[in-house]
């Protein structure tokens, strides 16, 4: 697991990578592939240099990524960086997070087969379909409307019917269906919102970016003692819109 002084490391390592690495190189365009292939020997290749060279070892987490279709997440126009070294833009004024970012938070939360997760900020759905190949069930919230149905609709249309999506503010978390073994945080709040944490199983995981002009991501585990933290990396992060933005804690 990276600590902060690795998580350091690795955000210098990410922005050198993301103005070099192209997953499109010694793929696009060979004679003879079809796009189906074309798009499996890029996610192979973005999985392994991306992804597994930099720390992250969890085998299902890494099968996971080799499966799920990024180039559907994405804009049409779009589809051919797909797999490209950096967040890309998705509708809404939204983004779809680098490959590397939902590998790691993905492993962070070592999500079980039997587990119940909860992820806020669906955005273009493919955080949400990674979760899908490792948990028994995942509810995920997106506040911008648009957003959200067309999220819930691909990922019916792939198959992810154990993964409801709803409009909402993820702000307050899905307290119906708490408590979760896992929550995932694709948005940044200033501060950590406290009905998250109170929706967390005691062993539970939580990843979430926290801050304002500097963001970094943390990793929480709750305990019966009460809950512990850990700085992973630095990251960048679409705000955390709605209630979150009217506390002023």
Excluded at 106 to 117: C, H, S
Excluded at 138 to 166: N, W
């Amino acid at each position: 697991m990276l600590v902060l002084k690795q998580g350091i490391f690795w955000s210098l390592a990410l922005v050198l990578a993301g103005l070099g690495c192209d997953t499109r190189q010694d793929v696009q365009g060979k004679v003879g592939m079809d796009d189906e292939t074309r798009f499996r020997a890029m996610r192979e290749k973005m999985v392994l240099t991306q992804i597994e060279n930099r720390g992250v070892k969890d085998p299902r987490v890494l099968n996971a990524l080799r499966k799920v279709p990024r180039h559907l997440f994405v804009r049409s126009d779009m589809k051919e960086r797909a797999y490209d070294d950096n967040a890309l833009p998705i509708a809404e004024g939204q983004t779809i997070s680098q490959p590397y970012i939902v590998g790691i938070m993905t492993e962070l939360v070592a999500i079980g087969p039997e587990d119940r997760v909860l992820e806020v900020g669906t955005g273009s759905g493919y955080q949400a379909a990674v979760l899908g190949e490792l948990a028994k069930a995942v509810y995920s919230i997106e506040i911008l409307e648009p957003l959200a149905t067309a999220s819930a609709q691909l990922l019916h249309s792939l198959g992810y019917d154990h993964v409801k999506v709803r409009h909402g503010d993820g702000y307050r978390g899905w307290p119906e269906e708490a408590p979760f073994d896992a929550i995932v945080v694709t948005a940044v709040p200033d501060h950590i919102p406290q009905p998250l944490v109170d929706q967390l199983k005691v062993g539970g995981r939580m990843v979430i970016p926290v801050g304002r002009e500097d963001q970094e991501l943390r990793l929480l585990v709750k305990t019966k003692e009460g809950v512990r933290q850990k700085q992973i990396i630095s990251v960048r992060f679409v705000p955390m819109t709605g209630e979150a933005q009217e506390d002023d804690r």
